[in-house]
């Protein structure tokens, strides 16, 4: 019997199962039809895929990438810097993905744009927030005025 079951972060998952004594038999690893998956023998002798889904890398979409001169609140630039390590993307990736993200509307029924991070890295955000003292809101940067020189 085959079943596959998503969950929030298959990563987090095996670690926690692992610890507990599961029998892991494959991943976790990134499949190419979108799912990052691993796979568990239960005592039945029966094999589980746990998984959750990741953005398709595939076909490749060639752009033309151009530098940008910027300025951004200097708490906020060395929290994009630690999020793009923990994301093992580069600064400029980490704001393309916010950004396409943020012209996207959840679905039917919710309020709000879609968020490129999963809980788990809405966590670790909440803790970058905290080392490097971001105590604003999301509409703070309406209010940021640069300091005198």
Not at 23 to 29: A, S
Not at 62 to 71: D, Y
Request: proline share 5%.
């Amino acid at each position: 019997m085959w079943l596959s079951i998503f969950v929030d972060d298959v990563d987090e998952y095996y670690e926690r199962i692992t610890k507990l004594g599961a029998e892991v038999i494959f991943g976790p690893k990134d499949e190419p039809w979108g799912v990052r998956e691993i796979h568990v023998r239960d005592p039945n002798q029966h094999v589980i895929r746990f998984g959750h889904g990741i953005p398709m890398k595939e076909p490749n979409l060639q752009v033309e990438r151009v530098g940008l001169e910027t300025r951004i609140e200097k708490r906020l630039g060395a929290l994009l810097v630690d999020l793009a390590k923990h994301k093992n993307m580069t600064v400029g990736e980490t704001l393309e993905e916010m950004l396409l993200h943020s012209f996207e509307k959840l679905p039917e029924g919710e309020s709000g744009v879609a968020s490129p991070h999963t809980d788990k890295t809405l966590a670790y955000i909440k803790e970058l927030k905290k080392k490097h003292g971001i105590d604003y809101d999301c509409h703070a940067s309406y209010r940021f005025i640069e300091k005198a020189r």
